[in-house]
């Protein structure tokens, strides 16, 4: 990218605590890896020298720059407090030595958890100005009035004013949704753009998981990994059982004795009930633990809630819970997941950016491509079918897609199940449609699409009736018959199951023969498209032509330029055999078929994507040294290479995403993570935009 003497910084700083400046500068970080190259994060101040910095590691997981924990740190409070200008000193020089290896860098400033003083906002402007960075400004609203949110922003401003720090931009987060239209006119006589953000409850929830650390408790039943749901309230339940239930709400931890069994198995008994709420946990006060018959009873449930036990009292123990405020760590996916949502949602970039005067970059990030991918699936909504209603992964990467409102979502699954599963989980689904195939009335109508369409092969009533109890199957139909635009699986199932019913029901493209895959390989400053490396073991040249042409289209339905290699293990006419000749084929069937493709092969690996090597090998092809495109020999090759990129160059793999089919269905290797189901989706979602606009130009040539 072309990139300025010195990479742009912004500093994000706050006039005290719990303003919630850590969502917007992990927003503020995600808005800018997608529009630049090497963004890096910086802290000048942490709290501790031996311990990790929570929001810092949190916020590197989404720096696009190659930076180490250590590399991105000042000094800690203790060095501050012994000498102020040596301190000072000491995060300039850190700070110049990591912002040489970024092309813009988010600078975090304290966070008031020491012992908080009137001096530490203007402590932070002379940071701000001795690292050159100018300063976004963020103040709360929560539980003050518009009147005291100016007052409180002209008495701030003026401070860093004073200390000659250049402030670009206000944030007023945590305001009442109600209030968020009257906000920036409200501060229009600040001269500078003002952003408004709601209060977001979530945010501010602390896990069961610092519940317990906070109250000194332990675990004694339940699901551990339900700990890292937030708490969203807290009841002492020191009323009657009746009255306690009337009172639940989603969420919600019940702070109770162990001895009120009454009320312990009633709480029990409602977290797993239809028609009440999942509850976060349970915590048991007073040092106690349920009498023997109670304990054997609840752990013969084989409960999922939760239960935690402590020594404390009632009121101390109310008393911790009230006062803990979550947090936001690198595994905190839904608040990350809502803090990103939130501040794209309020917080216009071009603005930031323009005052940032940030270059535009000619590469693409990893994280730039992600951005854009979910950007792009947003803006033009697509119904997205997921079979696999019963894993914690589908369902943790279905309410991270609704949150984003990258997609609307069907799940397949008995409802009562997939929807209790959801809130234990902590997570909001209700956008989500849920049908259970069995009882579905599609399902009558399905079946007899099915005989319809294997009517040649014999099928029966019967035996379709039977198929459609497969969720493959049934999501494919729905998809097949329009019910849905796309469909995802293969987290529990294998790639088979996944794509066989696409072959049977929906079928290949006009044109093409062949179902084949591609990788997207997303490396530190590009994007590559590998093809195929999932579905076709050793294709014939028809099958390697069909390949190449149906990759070169879904890296162009990407964004990205396709210039195609064929590659072999030979460059050029250098070399010949069975393998190699096969390449040279496809070549040229590829050229005759798509004479506007920039196409060449047989190329090695090296003379595709070097530049100094293909100028000696290749030195007049249009695709050496710049491909973007790759296309192997078979399987075997095309796998392993993914692999290896993927673990030596530390690329990201996107995929595999099937390419050649009439409506779009993609496969999910058993071990996806949550982030891998969010893209794939997504990358769904864009093939059916894609599908519609092609329909739509044939309906219009057809006129």
Known sequence: ?????????????????????????????????????????????????????????????????????????GVNYDRVHADPEQALAEIVERFHAMQSRCDAVVVLGSDYTDVAAPSELAFNARIAVNLGAPVLLVISAFERDIDQVAALAHLSLGELSAAHAHTIATVVNRCDPDELDRVPDALVSLGMPIFALPEVPLLVAPTMAELVEAVGGEFYAGDPELLHREAMSVMVGGMTAEHILERLVEGQVVIVPADRSDVLLALVAAHGAEGFPALAGIIMNGGLTPHRS??????????????????????????????TRGRIAAGSMRKIDTALDLVARHIDADTVLERLRVPIPTVTTPQMFEYHLHDRARRDRRTVVLPEGGDDRVLRAAGRLLRRGIVDLILLG?????RQRAAELGLDLAAATVIDPVTSELREGFIAEYVRLRAHRGMTRELAAETMLDVSYFGTMMVHLGH??????GAMHTTAHTIRPSFEIIKTRPGIATVSSVFFMALADRVL???????????????????????????ADFGIDPKVAML????????SGADVDKVRAA?????????????????????AVEPTVAASKMPDSPVAGQASVLIFPDLNTGN????AVQRSAGAIAIGPVLQGLRRPVNDLSRGATVTDIVNTVAITAVQAQQVAADEAAAGEDGR
Request: glycine content about 8%.
């Open 294 to 323: 109670i304990d054997a009873l609840i752990r013969g449930m084989r409960l999922t809630l939760p239960m935690v036990r402590t020594d404390l009292g009632t009121y101390k123990t109310a008393a911790a819970a009230a006062r």
């Open 587 to 607: 070549t040229a069937l590829v050229r005759e078929r798509a004479p506007e493709l920039a196409v060449d092969g047989p190329l090695q690996y090296d003379a």
């Open 484 to 489: 849905a635009d796309g469909m995802v699986s």
């Open 568 to 575: 072999s293990y030979s460059t050029g006419a250098s070399g």
């Open 414 to 418: 008995e409802e009562p199940v997939v």
């Open 529 to 555: 498209v590998y093809g195929d490396a999932a579905v076709v073991p050793d294709p014939t040249t028809e099958q390697l032509a069909d390949i190449a042409i149906s990759s070169a289209r879904t890296a």
């Open 640 to 643: 392993n290479t993914y692999k």
């Open 1 to 73: 990218m072309t990139q300025s003497a010195t990479p742009p910084a912004i500093f994000i700083t706050a006039p005290e605590g719990g303003t919630g400046k850590s969502t917007v500068a992990l927003g503020l970080l995600r808005l800018l890896a997608a529009s630049d190259g090497r963004v890096g994060v910086f802290r000048p101040i942490t709290r501790y020298a031996d311990k990790p910095d929570h929001i810092l590691e949190a916020m590197l997981e989404h720096a696009t720059a190659d930076l180490d924990y250590d590399a991105c740190v």
